[in-house]
């Protein structure tokens, strides 16, 4: 069985900051690709930041660009979302996904976590 936590969420000011937390557990063979995600009351889940296995190639949604930052740290099996200048409109549900391989003749299945809020607000 695997599984992704979120952790890191909480109530935070406009202009303040937050690093989100993401780790993989259970029979894992292989993480490739890790993804954010986020998803408002009212609203469907939308794509917030992607990074690729090594690092090397990373993705953000136009209205978190220049704020937010994806890293991760193979060795932990998790992925972090630094999210600095937050706003009202960040407020949502934030959702890790990654593609994971149970073994070394698997084809990836993607999982998802359980969420962790945000609020930003005064």
């Known amino acids: 069985q695997v599984q992704l936590v979120e952790s890191g969420g909480g109530l935070v000011q406009p202009g303040g900051s937050l690093r989100l937390s993401c780790a993989a557990s259970?029979?894992?063979?292989?993480?490739?690709?890790m993804d954010w995600y986020r998803q408002a009351p009212g609203n469907k889940r939308t794509f917030v930041a992607s990074?690729?296995?090594?690092?090397?190639?990373?993705n953000y949604a136009d209205a978190v660009k220049g704020r937010f930052t994806i890293s991760r740290d193979n060795a932990k099996n998790t992925v972090y979302l630094r999210m600095n200048s937050l706003k009202p409109e960040d407020t949502a549900v934030y959702y890790c996904?990654?593609?994971?391989?149970?073994?070394?003749?698997?084809?990836?299945?993607?999982?998802w976590g359980q969420g962790t809020q945000v609020t930003v607000s005064s």
């Open positions: 259970g029979n894992i063979f292989s993480v490739n690709a």
């Open positions: 990074i690729t296995r090594t690092g090397g190639i990373t």
């Open positions: 996904n990654a593609k994971i391989r149970d073994g070394p003749l698997a084809y990836e299945t993607a999982y």
